[in-house]
């Protein structure tokens, strides 16, 4: 069964980086891109960018661009996502989550990490 | 970027209701909206992609129809499991867009 499973709980200072893995299983990882979705406390959605794991290629939202970045792993069949220059509006939960092929619904999604920024 | 706006912000039903959900986009989106319910402290969950089809193992009280910039979930019969928070999103361009989610309270 399709399994996407991320990194613990992480707490940071303003300032520094986090990095967020996400390990799949359960179907051919070079196949689905693969995105990251965050959630702050108490509010909707965010789409944050995705990554082909196939050829390393990433899009970000133009907000993101230049304090994320995506990498992927393809010997243990994982992405990870870097956030530089943490702020305090960046304590969230963090998602990946798989895109359908055609139509990019995101139909399998890890169990989220959460990322608390606070000095 | 491509705005999404969904009505109601919230609404109360009562268990066997008949529920619609509205989501409208800025721009033409053609069939490439999708629907999410998300319980507290969950990951959202698909329903319903590319406009009207279900996803494997929702319930076929779920429905979506609409093209182009309007678009609906319906669901024909609630039950006590669907008060949650429902989100369209739009994957036709980056960077893909969510409505600002519709909440669904027991009335």
């Known amino acids: 069964q399709v399994q996407l499973v991320q990194s613990g709980a992480e707490v940071k200072k303003p300032g520094a980086s986090v990095q967020v893995s996400c390990k799949a299983s359960g179907y051919t990882f070079t196949g689905y891109y693969l995105h990251w979705v965050r959630q702050a406390p108490g509010q909707g959605l965010e789409w944050m960018g995705r990554i082909n794991p196939n050829s390393g290629d990433t899009n970000y939202a133009q907000k993101f661009q230049d304090r994320v970045t995506m990498t992927r792993d393809t010997s243990i069949s994982t992405v990870y996502m870097e956030v530089s220059r943490l702020r305090s509006d960046d304590t969230a939960v963090y998602y990946c989550?798989?895109?359908?092929?055609?139509?990019?619904?995101?139909?399998?999604w890890g169990q989220g990490t959460m990322v608390t920024v606070s000095s | 970027d491509i705005q999404m706006t969904q009505s109601p912000s919230s609404l109360s039903a009562s268990v066997g209701d008949r529920v619609t959900i509205t989501c409208r986009a800025s721009q033409s989106i053609s069939n490439y909206l999708n629907w999410y319910q998300q319980k507290p402290g969950k990951a959202p969950k698909l329903l319903i992609y590319?406009?009207?089809s279900l996803q494997s193992g929702v319930p076929s009280r779920f429905g979506g129809s609409g093209s182009g910039t309007d678009f609906t979930l319906t669901i024909s019969s609630l039950q006590p499991e669907d008060f949650a928070t429902y989100y369209c999103?739009?994957?036709?361009?980056?960077?893909?867009?969510f409505g600002q989610g519709t909440k669904l309270e027991i009335k």
């Open positions: 989550t798989r895109g359908r092929p055609v139509s990019d619904a995101f139909d399998f």
């Open positions: 999103q739009q994957s036709y361009s980056t960077p893909q867009t």
């Open positions: 590319a406009a009207s």
